[in-house]
């Protein structure tokens, strides 16, 4: 086991610093009295990140294992940034474990959960914390879950959904869609993952500023709010137009070419021609929305709803305010999420966020 010394209690390892999230996070982490340093693969860039926000960088890639242990041994803390993270959490979480670091990431892909928790033992052992998904993918909603669970301890169905107005994707967020185009919904039913058509289940629901229309999609919560509260069903929705909801009944006609390398392919390169993600005053005007529901087997029902900043703001303050925490000596050995490492009330650390039940 490594153990690490004489180590800055405020310095982490932000890997995909140069990404549009990376940037964020590494903006802002000052405010928080955190050191990151800036990692990933482009030297170029991070050294012009280092120049304008003083921090030191580290080129390395997640392919060059002893490269990476080097740099992960002069943290106790890698923020992980980089997707999607199907393809980049298993070297990193690898890593971390060869170097006794603990790991976090800001990823929403339920594969991603899946394989973190097979990790647990070895992280216990380890004595580290792995908690993917410190961001909007899934504080927000972990926390909306674990409330819910907390008011209604029998609970047996939940219902978690999301809405954005105003803002737009990232090139991150954009690609990893991309890359699960065709592959339909997932939700949990009787505690099995299970699949679905895309959009299956479509209702509007009321979030407080207006009344919006959802329809059910695979997200991160049918994973962690299964950890975080035990609740065996549960659907995970987010707002889109009733004409793309109509239009969606038929995608089972044309899913295979959708998983086809040459669509996918082309979709990435349209991503890649436009701007990274929202600007700064789009993100600033933009707010992000959340409720959910809880059913018991008597058919009593309660529900919460939130109003958060916009969500890659979101994401950036709550990575670093999670990452503080770890870095403070506050965590729970292995595999964890959010809430059920830091309980409910984690997410109205946020400033902006109000909650109230309906």
């Given at each position: 086991?490594?153990?690490?010394?004489?180590m800055?209690?405020?310095?982490?390892?932000?890997?995909?610093?140069?990404?549009?999230?990376?940037?964020?996070?590494?903006?802002?982490?000052?405010?928080?009295?955190?050191?990151?340093?800036?990692?990933?693969?482009?030297?170029t860039?991070?050294?012009?990140?280092?120049?304008?926000?003083?921090?030191?960088?580290?080129?390395?890639?997640?392919?060059d294992?002893?490269?990476?242990?080097?740099?992960?041994?002069?943290?106790?803390?890698?923020?992980?940034?980089?997707?999607?993270?199907?393809?980049?959490?298993?070297?990193?979480?690898?890593?971390?474990?060869?170097?006794?670091?603990?790991?976090?990431?800001?990823?929403?892909?339920?594969?991603?959960?899946?394989?973190?928790?097979?990790?647990?033992?070895?992280?216990?052992?380890?004595?580290?914390?792995?908690?993917?998904?410190?961001?909007?993918?899934?504080?927000?909603?972990?926390?909306?879950?674990?409330?819910?669970?907390?008011?209604?301890?029998?609970?047996?169905?939940?219902?978690?959904?999301?809405?954005?107005?105003?803002?737009?994707?990232?090139h991150g967020?954009?690609?990893?869609?991309?890359?699960?185009?065709?592959?339909?919904?997932?939700?949990?039913?009787?505690?099995?993952?299970?699949?679905?058509?895309?959009?299956?289940?479509?209702?509007?629901?009321?979030?407080?500023?207006?009344?919006?229309?959802?329809?059910?999609?695979?997200?991160?919560?049918?994973?962690?709010?299964?950890?975080?509260?035990?609740?065996?069903?549960?659907?995970?929705?987010?707002?889109?137009?009733?004409?793309?909801?109509s239009?969606?009944?038929?995608?089972?006609?044309?899913?295979?070419?959708?998983?086809?390398?040459?669509?996918?392919?082309?979709?990435?390169?349209?991503?890649?021609?436009?701007?990274?993600?929202?600007?700064?005053?789009?993100?600033?005007?933009a707010?992000?929305?959340?409720?959910?529901?809880?059913?018991?087997?008597?058919?009593?029902?309660?529900?919460?709803?939130?109003?958060?900043?916009?969500?890659?703001?979101?994401?950036?303050?709550?990575?670093?305010?999670?990452?503080?925490?770890?870095?403070?000596?506050?965590?729970?050995?292995?595999?964890?999420?959010?809430?059920?490492a830091?309980?409910?009330?984690?997410?109205?650390?946020?400033?902006?966020?109000?909650?109230?039940?309906?």
């Amino acid at each position: 086991m490594f153990v690490h010394f004489n180590m800055q209690n405020n310095r982490f390892l932000l890997y995909g610093a140069n990404g549009y999230t990376g940037k964020l996070i590494a903006g802002m982490a000052a405010e928080y009295g955190l050191q990151p340093i800036l990692a990933g693969r482009n030297e170029t860039a991070l050294q012009a990140m280092s120049a304008e926000l003083n921090f030191p960088y580290r080129v390395t890639d997640l392919s060059d294992t002893a490269n990476l242990q080097a740099a992960l041994k002069e943290v106790a803390v890698v923020l992980h940034a980089a997707g999607p993270f199907n393809h980049t959490s298993k070297k990193m979480i690898e890593a971390c474990l060869a170097t006794n670091t603990h790991y976090l990431d800001i990823t929403g892909e339920i594969t991603v959960f899946e394989r973190a928790k097979k990790y647990d033992g070895k992280a216990k052992e380890t004595g580290i914390m792995i908690m993917p998904g410190v961001g909007f993918d899934v504080v927000p909603t972990d926390c909306t879950a674990r409330y819910l669970k907390d008011q209604m301890p029998d609970a047996t169905h939940l219902k978690l959904a999301f809405a954005m107005l105003g803002g737009k994707l990232s090139h991150g967020t954009a690609t990893t869609m991309a890359e699960n185009l065709g592959e339909g919904g997932v939700v949990r039913e009787n505690g099995v993952l299970t699949k679905k058509p895309l959009g299956h289940k479509g209702f509007r629901i009321d979030f407080g500023i207006k009344k919006i229309f959802v329809m059910c999609i695979p997200w991160g919560d049918t994973s962690t709010a299964y950890t975080t509260t035990g609740i065996p069903n549960i659907e995970t929705y987010t707002n889109v137009s009733p004409k793309t909801f109509s239009l969606l009944k038929w995608q089972f006609l044309f899913n295979w070419l959708l998983r086809t390398s040459f669509v996918r392919n082309r979709m990435k390169k349209k991503i890649k021609q436009k701007p990274a993600g929202p600007s700064d005053e789009m993100r600033a005007k933009a707010v992000s929305l959340v409720w959910g529901e809880v059913t018991n087997d008597r058919g009593e029902k309660k529900a919460v709803r939130l109003q958060c900043p916009e969500g890659y703001t979101l994401t950036a303050i709550s990575s670093l305010l999670i990452t503080k925490k770890v870095l403070e000596g506050n965590f729970k050995t292995g595999y964890q999420t959010p809430a059920g490492a830091y309980g409910a009330d984690l997410v109205m650390e946020i400033p902006g966020v109000t909650r109230e039940a309906v």
